[in-house]
């Protein structure tokens, strides 16, 4: 009482955040609060979110959540203030918790072992007994060969009765927790750098376009410091179905008027630049695009020569080596037929492309036709020959998600470091041994005693491997 009445205001400090609870209740504000900022659409529309906490908690109470979470600052959650404080906060109990208990630890980990009584030994949680033939002179050389085989690098004492042999390794194991708690506060530290310092945005980038900014999610333009360029956009399907398989994107990064990398990249392979990475995030039609697109036919004649064209609704082509014309009237992103054979756009976007193709011989009307990019048996034509449609470009864009995250290689730092704490952690132990010879009569007794922090029952069966060691050893004239 008198000590807790002695202290200063600064040491009340110290021990409030050395408090373990302290550390759980501060992680557990931070799991619940990231939980529901991961709900959340950080610094999207408020209809967005309105419509998720329609679906959550009903239409009538949407609304009344919704302005509640925004006065909170869920809507921008990770750089709010009070995020950043719960952060800080954690961070200096962190720091504080393992200051506070690291002169006990390291004290643990320096301290010399020194020979113990016999008494001493068998109070130990793992102890083990045996007898062997011969004085201590006569098993000595058998102890230390097991010894040396199970990796202890052990002391010697020569006693009144025989000797004693004692060791410890992995004692730096004690600061793997320490490690870790180093590794969460570099993740942190990298968070942080990319909360503050870092944009996440997005690009709906046409086929063919360029652009030196991104938008972020509050609608303002973050320059890029260069122009990235979508020189095409493709989506393979399963089978001849509508679910999309991969969707890809051909890009090329342009800086002082140079082509300075170019890349096709999928969702999970983004392309890096200067610090800013795009990654495929979504696709869809150019507003208004449909008609300016370029058709892209590679046109085979009856005997198989061929030429590639590009060209546009409207636009007339000839079959080579062929009096065969064809003109492109008409277009749909996503074709089918109904139950009466009339044609339907089912989607608004390129799920079935096809291009409707009026053909005419010497000037007249010959006949017309659906060609469809997914259906190359569309492609032939009644007299031979064929029009194979190889794309429709510069009428889809592709939906580009844009980061700059400075703290990225922190935070992977972090993760590694956080990978080797827990693996000491977790899997390696400090561990102590003493082997006392007594002599009793011509036979000498061994006894062993050990311990070790955590892991004990790995360190059990390593002991009763050196008792088995010694035993066949003796018994082989080893």
């Known amino acids: 009482m008198r000590e807790t009445k002695n202290k200063t205001f600064a040491d009340k400090i110290w021990d409030s955040l050395a408090s373990v609870k302290l550390a759980i209740i501060i992680f557990a504000v931070i799991a619940l609060t990231s939980i529901v900022g991961t709900v959340l659409e950080q610094r999207a529309e408020p209809a967005r979110n309105i419509l998720i906490l329609s679906k959550l908690f009903g239409e009538s109470a949407a609304p009344v959540l919704y302005n509640i979470f925004d006065k909170l600052g869920f809507m921008n959650m990770y750089r709010s203030w009070w995020f950043t404080a719960l952060l800080v906060i954690f961070s200096a109990n962190l720091i504080i918790c393992s200051l506070d208990r690291l002169p006990r630890i390291w ?206 609704l409207g636009d007339t082509f000839h079959l080579p080596e062929s009096d065969i014309s064809g003109k492109i009237v008409d277009f749909s992103p996503a074709l089918k037929f109904d139950e009466h054979g009339h044609t339907v756009t089912y989607a608004n976007q390129m799920n079935n492309p096809a291009a409707l193709i009026e053909f005419s011989e010497s000037g007249i009307r010959k006949f017309s036709g659906w060609i469809l990019k997914r259906h190359p048996e569309t492609w032939q034509l009644p007299g031979g020959g064929r029009v194979e449609f190889i794309d429709y470009w510069g009428v889809e864009y592709t939906g580009l998600q844009v980061r700059r995250d400075p703290g990225v290689w922190i935070v992977y730092f972090g993760c590694i470091a956080m990978s080797a704490g827990l693996f000491i952690a977790l899997f390696m132990s400090h561990r102590k041994i003493w082997v006392k010879l007594i002599e009793n009569k011509n036979n000498t007794k061994v006894i062993i005693g050990a311990t070790a922090n955590k892991n004990r029952a790995a360190f059990e069966r390593k002991i009763d491997r050196i008792v088995s060691m010694l035993s066949k050893k003796q018994a082989g004239g080893k």
């Open 107 to 312: 004290k643990q980990i320096r301290e010399p072992l020194n020979p113990m009584s016999e008494d001493q030994i068998r109070k130990f949680f793992i102890t083990r007994e045996n007898v062997l033939k011969g004085k201590p002179d006569d098993v000595r050389d058998f102890v230390k060969g097991a010894l040396k085989t199970a990796r202890f690098n052990y002391a010697e004492t020569k006693e009144e009765q025989g000797y004693q042999f004692y060791a410890q390794k992995g004692g730096y194991s004690r600061l793997g927790v320490y490690l870790t708690h180093f590794s969460i506060l570099v993740i942190l530290i990298g968070a942080i750098i990319g909360i503050r310092f870092g944009f996440s945005g997005y690009l709906n980038l046409p086929e063919g376009a360029m652009s030196n900014v991104a938008i972020s999610s509050a609608d303002r333009e973050t320059p890029l410091g260069f122009y990235v360029r979508c020189d095409n956009f493709d989506v393979e399907f399963y089978g001849k179905s509508d679910m999309p398989k991969e969707f890809r994107s051909w890009l090329t990064i342009i800086k002082d008027g140079r082509e300075i990398v170019k890349k096709s990249i999928v969702v999970n392979d983004p392309l890096t630049y200067a610090g800013i990475t795009f990654y495929q995030s979504s696709y869809g039609l150019v507003p208004g695009g449909l008609d300016r697109g370029i058709f892209i036919f590679n046109l085979v004649s009856r005997d198989g020569k061929g030429s590639t064209l590009n060209l546009r």
